[in-house]
């Protein structure tokens, strides 16, 4: 039997660090099984590919698609897991069928998904072959049979008094039937049945089997036809689609406030260049609204200062710069109108932790944790992420430290954005970006990222007119009235 | 669908119901503190007569009844007695239904309580009908000349003389006696996903079993004839209750059924016993005017909007003076081409008492009563509103107005609200603020509402508005010595 393909490589390396996720809040907008697929970066093929998914998922009836065959493997999943819950014989025989009937869904949803770019397309083909239509062709008459010999031994009597008795159900007309028939004569509504789901016990179980052994035998003998059938092998999928319609999920979001998102063009040279840029991670607060930004980080200008005032956004723009640039990695769309990056070797960041610092000084573990991310970026093609890195201390030492950081930076060709109240860095040669007050919008507080330079009548008439009721308010009332 | 004896299925020209404070502007709740002094039954009258109808067919349909109640006032006394037992029988069926779902919520029932129940709805379904047999009964004796209370014996004897009837009543005497049966049968289908969902009792004959081990002992020296053998399989015992939980089940079910259609039948013909209140004070009202000697007259409906009515009584003065003669009735008239009426006079003269009679006929006749008076033609409003001099109200949040623009709020929300068809009752509007502002501002609404088919009866001390209006454009009264209004 050939391995079926798979839809998420996850073999590619490196692996980017949990923290990167939390320092860009991307864990309050994905699951952690999203995260999982975004930590391990795709190769340039991979990303294309992937892109090409999302493309199409720009097509309602694609997503309705990947939807319905997610719902029906998770069907398949389901089965799987109360057939090996399941204990009482006649609770198998069924449990038995519908793991047939779902398992059979799930191929055949599988298959069907030939149309959905080249990923699927590779799943489609293996659930298309010759040897799996085949088995799914005997599987589905022993689905028929096993259903059919279930049915006829799905009703009964049950008699209780000195002995108790199961016969088999003929004719019978329940009480509440009959009255039911007499209400409705009378003109009332039918009493309604309260729904039955009860799980049948052992006695039950085997009274029906025995009463209907013929039956049973013949059951057992369709199941053990597929004794060597993989059931889990399409639930394998579950987690990746999930992956793709999370992703998608996150984009409709994202659209419904406004926020475009395109696929990012795949430079060949080291860059990353964007066009209104937005932090979708705000989405975590239920924003109405999202400024965006652009971003020009090149081989001549890799690496840049952010300065600017408390609650200007700083933060905001670095994670929107951050997030995509994961985003982009991982095959999937970015939140901007246009965007052109290289697919870095790896992404880093550095935000002040909350730990209790006992053993070491902040400052200590701000140098020991700046020094391990330069390490891990060595002859790597990196973006670093810095925010008040060096904040800690006081600005003669931190912004020392900062200097230090910045030319190991500058050394490896890294690319990066350092987020700083250190305002001294206007004075190195390195681009400095601000956080300044957006002219434009004369109504909200909103803030741009630039480059920086270097906020009567009588007293009765009165009332009358008030609750328009003087002479020519009830004038204008009966014009609106037509008169 | 519920019967009623007051209101018709659909009513036309749904109108809006008229607020308690029209009823204490118009002492309608103290006229009545003094013919019906159960505040119970008085209040509910009060309702009634607060929703307000304009529909004709409705008014007449109550005025029939009425007159039906006058012919046979024994009839009333027998139905409002049925009605009070029926009452208690809804109350002891909706305690055995919270006590069934109380069991149910809480996981508590056993099978023997489950039986209980199904035992005590059983009875209360089989009494619910042998009562609406009992007022069939009861109708049946009086010859009924009203549409409604025909219609409720119709509806009636047309259930019991079904032959469902008979069966759902031999339903409930088997299941009043469920104690005495020796077998508990039942049917049961499972899903296609192998779960139950169907458990529900039957009858015994449908069970067919042909025990082996009986089959073996049974031993004859002489040929029998050829035995049915049924199929059967015996059950083992279950040790998780599983079978308790479902004759559980299926028993509330069953319990559930009666109740539901007792419920049903609770629901069509409960109205009646809170209705038969109506007509119950209604009668005292009628027999209160009777014994002060003083005129009742059912009215006629007018169709061009033209009132004319002779020698109309305040029922608040009849109703607490003791002397009949110390009231004093008067005529009032309004044309179909008038849209209101300004009635002027000196304090005291009775204008407040004239305005007040004409706003309590209104209301009483468009509710389906009589009225005191000598004859009545009147039309029928779609809205009533009052708008009565009052004392500043006390300071609450939200209320930072003086008395003059309270007045203002308050006629603006009639302005708002009031539609075509409506009568307006103002009493000393616009006094609190200087007299001539005062009329000019009253003039340019009271003509608003003329110019929407609203009409008005203002008492007032503004003479200004005398001059104000054109000839003929309203109508002019004046109070004359011994409270008479020329």
Redesign the interface.
């Given at each position: 039997m050939i391995n079926a393909p798979r839809l998420l490589n996850g073999n590619s390396t490196p692996s980017l660090p949990d923290t990167l996720f939390s320092d860009l809040q991307i864990d309050k907008i994905l699951s952690p099984q999203a995260i999982a697929v975004l930590q391990h970066l795709c190769e340039p093929s991979e990303i294309m590919r992937r892109n090409e998914l999302f493309l199409l998922l720009d097509n309602s009836n694609n997503v309705a698609h990947v939807e319905n065959t997610l719902s029906v493997l998770c069907a398949t999943e389901r089965a799987l897991y109360l057939l090996k819950d399941a204990k009482i014989p006649?609770?198998i025989?069924?449990?038995q069928a519908?793991l047939f009937e779902s398992y059979l869904a799930s191929c055949e949803a599988l298959a069907s998904m030939y149309n959905i770019g080249e990923l699927f397309a590779d799943v489609a083909n293996h659930y298309s072959s010759e040897e799996s239509q085949k088995l799914r062709s005997e599987m589905e008459k022993s689905a028929h049979k096993i259903?059919s010999l279930?049915r006829e031994?799905?009703?009964?009597?049950?008699?209780?008094?000195d002995?108790?008795?199961?016969?088999?159900?003929y004719?019978?007309?329940?009480?509440?039937?009959?009255?039911?028939?007499?209400?409705k004569?009378?003109?009332?509504?039918a009493?309604?049945?309260?729904?039955?789901?009860?799980?049948?016990?052992?006695?039950?179980s085997?009274?029906?089997c025995?009463?209907y052994s013929d039956k049973v035998a013949q059951i057992e003998a369709e199941i053990a036809k597929y004794t060597d059938v993989d059931f889990y092998e399409p639930t394998s999928y579950i987690s990746e689609i999930k992956f793709f319609l999370e992703i998608y999920s996150l984009l409709q979001r994202a659209t419904h406030i406004g926020v475009p998102h395109c696929i990012a063009k795949l430079s060949q040279t080291p860059q990353y260049i964007a066009k209104e840029l937005y932090d979708v991670s705000l989405l975590a607060k239920n924003c109405e609204s999202i400024v965006p930004n652009d971003a020009d980080f090149t081989e001549n200008e890799p690496f840049c200062f952010l300065l600017g005032a408390n609650g200007g956004g700083k933060t905001t723009y670095l994670r929107a710069l951050g997030v995509n640039l994961i985003l982009f990695l991982a095959g999937c769309p970015v939140f901007a109108k246009e965007a052109d990056i290289y697919p870095f070797d790896i992404v880093l960041s550095h935000f002040p932790r909350d730990e209790r610092f006992d053993n070491t000084g902040r400052l200590d573990e701000e140098r020991k944790r700046t020094e391990e991310m330069l390490n891990t970026a060595q002859n790597k093609v990196a973006f670093l992420f810095f925010n008040e890195t060096f904040s800690g201390t006081d600005d003669k030492r931190g912004f020392d430290l900062l200097i230090d950081a910045t030319k190991k930076i500058e050394a490896d060709c890294h690319f990066g954005l350092y987020v700083t109240h250190f305002h001294e860095v206007m004075s190195l040669d390195y681009p400095v970006l601000s956080a300044e007050v957006d002219s434009s919008d004369a109504n909200k507080r909103t803030f741009r990222i630039v480059r920086s330079k270097g906020s009567a009548s009588?007293?009765?008439?009165d009332?009358?007119k008030?609750?328009?009721?003087?002479?020519d308010s009830?004038a204008a009332?009966?014009c609106g009235?037509g008169? | 669908m519920a019967i009623s004896i007051l209101y018709l299925n659909e009513r036309k020209n749904y109108v809006k119901p008229i607020s308690d404070r029209i009823l204490y502007h118009l002492s309608l709740d103290r006229s009545f503190s003094h013919i019906c002094a159960d505040i119970k039954k008085r209040e509910y009258f009060l309702s009634v007569v607060s929703d307000l109808t304009n529909d004709q067919n409705e008014i007449l349909y109550r005025q029939a009844i009425i007159k039906d109640f006058e012919n046979n006032p024994t009839l009333l006394e027998q139905l409002i007695s049925l009605s009070t037992r029926f009452e208690e029988l809804r109350i002891t069926q909706k305690t055995a239904g919270r006590d069934e779902y109380r069991l149910n919520a809480t996981g508590t029932a056993s099978s023997a309580t489950a039986k209980n129940i199904l035992q005590a709805q059983a009875l209360c379904l089989k009494r619910a009908l042998l009562f609406i047999k009992a007022y069939g009964e009861l109708l049946e004796k009086y010859e009924l000349k009203s549409d409604g209370l025909k219609s409720l014996y119709s509806s009636c004897k047309e259930?019991y003389e079904?032959?469902?009837?008979a069966?759902?009543i031999t339903?409930c005497s088997k299941y009043e006696n469920f104690s005495a049966s020796?077998?508990?049968?039942?049917?049961?289908?499972?899903?296609?996903?192998?779960?139950?969902?169907?458990?529900?009792?039957?009858?015994?004959r449908?069970?067919?079993?042909t025990?082996p081990e009986l089959k073996k002992k049974g031993f004859s020296l002489f040929k029998k004839a050829e035995e049915v053998t049924?199929?059967?399989?015996?059950?083992?015992?279950?040790k998780?209750g599983?079978?308790e939980?479902?004759?559980v089940?299926a028993l509330?079910?069953?319990s559930?059924?009666?109740?539901?259609?007792s419920e049903?039948?609770f629901e069509k013909y409960g109205l009646i016993g809170r209705e038969l209140i109506f007509y119950d004070v209604s009668l005292k009202y009628i027999q209160a005017l009777s014994g002060k000697e003083v005129p009742v007259r059912y009215p006629i409906f007018t169709e061009d909007q033209s009132i004319k009515v002779r020698n109309l009584y305040d029922l608040y003065l009849l109703m607490s003076k003791p002397n009949t003669s110390s009231v004093i009735p008067n005529d009032f008239m309004l044309g179909k081409a008038n849209g209101g009426l300004l009635v002027f006079g000196n304090n005291g003269s009775g204008k407040t008492v004239y305005l007040r009679s004409i706003g309590t006929m209104q209301i009483l006749a468009q509710a389906g009563l009589p009225i005191p008076c000598e004859s009545a033609e009147i039309t029928l409003f779609s809205q009533l509103a009052t708008q009565f001099s009052e004392a500043e109200k006390e300071f609450c949040e939200g209320n930072d107005a003086g008395r003059?623009?309270q007045e203002?709020?308050e006629?603006?929300a009639m302005?708002d609200t009031l539609k075509e068809g409506s009568l307006v009752f103002l009493n000393e509007t616009?006094q609190s603020?200087?007299y001539a502002?005062?009329a000019e501002?009253l003039y340019?609404?009271l003509?608003?509402f003329s110019?929407?088919n609203i009409r008005w009866i203002l008492v007032s001390h503004l003479r200004q508005l005398e001059e104000m209006f054109e000839n003929n454009e309203v109508t002019i009264l004046h109070t004359a010595e011994g409270y008479k209004i020329v």
């Open positions: 006649l609770d025989y069924y449990r519908e259903r279930l031994m799905s009703a009964g009597l049950l008699s209780f008094a002995k108790n008795w199961l016969t088999p159900d004719d019978a007309v329940s009480e509440i039937d009959s009255i039911s028939e007499c209400a004569n009378l003109g009332f509504a009493p309604a049945k309260k729904p039955q789901n009860t799980k049948i016990n052992l006695s039950l085997d009274a029906v025995h009463l009588s007293y009765a008439a009332i009358l008030k609750y328009r009721l003087d002479k009830l009332r009966r009235h008169n | 259930m079904c032959p469902d009837y069966k759902l339903f020796r077998y508990w049968d039942f049917k049961f289908a499972l899903n296609d996903e192998g779960r139950i969902e169907a458990y529900e009792l039957i009858d015994h449908y069970i067919h079993v025990d049924y199929p059967c399989q015996r059950l083992a015992p279950a998780d599983l079978y939980r479902l004759a089940f509330s079910d069953l559930g059924a009666f109740a539901k259609i049903q039948i003059f623009e203002v709020r006629l603006a302005v616009f603020t200087a502002e005062g501002g340019h609404l003509k608003h110019a929407f």
